[in-house]
């Protein structure tokens, strides 16, 4: 699967954006997938996932309650709602689909990722 990312940006804090994930291919039910975020300096860091068909959802505590991960799978394409920013949100943003319609939160165990896209909250 290819997968491509956009809809990231310039927002100040407390705003909104929705970063989307455009995916290739078939069988997008059949991958889990996930957003992770990397912030300069800092290592690559888990933010949600969702499942393939049952559409589980998870999510990292430091954005539980502001961002929520959709997918609609007819479009083949994942979504990342960002209510809430804050400065600490500002990091490029990557999808990733793993080969199991099962998430881990790690990034190792994703097998295609996009291309990230920049989302950034200036203090």
């Known amino acids: 699967v290819q997968l491509q990312a956009s809809g990231g940006g310039l927002v100040q804090a407390g705003g909104s954006l929705r970063l989307s994930c455009a995916a290739s291919?078939?069988?997008?039910?059949?991958?889990?997938m996930g957003w992770f975020r990397q912030a300069p300096g800092k290592e690559r860091e888990f933010v949600a996932a969702?499942?393939?068909?049952?559409?589980?959802?998870f999510y990292a505590d430091s954005v539980k309650g502001r961002f929520t991960i959709s997918r609609d799978n007819a479009k083949n394409t994942l979504y990342l709602q960002m209510d809430s920013l804050k400065t600490e949100d500002t990091a490029v943003y990557y999808c990733?689909?793993?080969?199991?319609?099962?998430?881990?939160?790690?990034?190792?165990?994703?097998?295609?990722w996009g291309q990230g896209t920049l989302v950034t909250v200036p203090a």
């Open positions: 969702i499942t393939g068909s049952l559409r589980s959802t």
């Open positions: 291919g078939r069988t997008f039910s059949g991958y889990a």
């Open positions: 990733a689909a793993r080969n199991s319609a099962y998430v881990l939160q790690t990034a190792r165990n994703y097998d295609h």
